[in-house]
């Protein structure tokens, strides 16, 4: 069964406007946690690595102060959209890691599908 | 840079045969090896994981390992339309980051 959830899955925004994603750890505690965000067509980019109790850190390029990730429990990251336009428009998904017993490995959310009219 | 490679694709294969999708990475320091499918529109999906080098099995699903040749492979046996996805590598070199590859489409053709 899914052991990440994402809330919501789809969401429609006016320019200039924010929007706040949850990503869960289902039965079990994440003190790791990612965002991706993937165009239509490309690759997964990691945009930052969020911690439980700290700050998140962000990937070259990727603007700290658009994309405001808390991590404020082990089982809950957001990241929030600040004054979103038409090109953050994405799809955002996030991930928790799992130790070696499951696999040593990320799990993904289904994802969150922004578009910014 | 650490660094994942795969081809692109799309590699096509008719229904019932065998897919071979394969990957390189550049950190010979790598220690645990992943393969993820990704359907269109979804979030990538956990397949299998390797660790050692050889050859681990799960169902229809094959992967192998060559930490000599920095070489990761994904057998699908009996391919199904189902299978149809990309395929993403990726390799995680120490603490919980991964490193992706780009993806292989894979089209299964009835």
């Known amino acids: 069964g899914a052991v990440v959830s994402q809330h919501p899955s789809r969401v429609i925004c006016k320019s200039g406007t924010s929007v706040k994603i949850e990503c869960r750890s289902l039965?079990?505690?994440?003190?790791?946690m990612f965002w991706y965000r993937q165009f239509p067509k490309q690759s997964l980019m990691l945009m930052a690595t969020s911690n439980e109790g700290s700050k998140a850190t962000y990937e070259q390029g990727v603007e700290k102060d658009k994309f405001l990730i808390n991590h404020a429990s082990l089982t809950l990251s957001t990241l929030t959209v600040t004054s979103a336009h038409p090109e953050d428009s994405s799809f955002y998904i996030c991930s928790a890691f799992l130790g070696r017993e499951l696999g040593d490995t990320q799990y993904f959310g289904p994802g969150t599908r922004l578009t910014v009219l | 840079q650490k660094e994942v490679e795969q081809n692109s694709g799309p590699l096509s294969v008719p229904e019932g045969a065998i897919a071979s999708l394969n990957c390189t990475y550049s950190?010979?320091?790598?220690?645990?090896f992943f393969w993820y499918r990704q359907y269109s529109g979804k979030s990538p999906e956990l397949i299998m994981f390797i660790y050692s080098n050889g050859d681990k099995e799960d169902g229809r699903f094959t992967a192998q390992l060559n930490k000599a040749s920095q070489y990761v492979s994904l057998l699908i046996r009996d391919s199904q339309p189902s299978d149809s996805a990309t395929y993403l590598c990726?390799?995680?070199?120490?603490?919980?980051?991964?490193?992706f590859g780009k993806g292989t489409m894979l089209l299964v053709s009835p």
């Open positions: 990726a390799v995680n070199s120490g603490y919980s980051t991964l490193t």
């Open positions: 950190d010979r320091g790598s220690q645990s």
């Open positions: 039965d079990f505690q994440a003190t790791t």
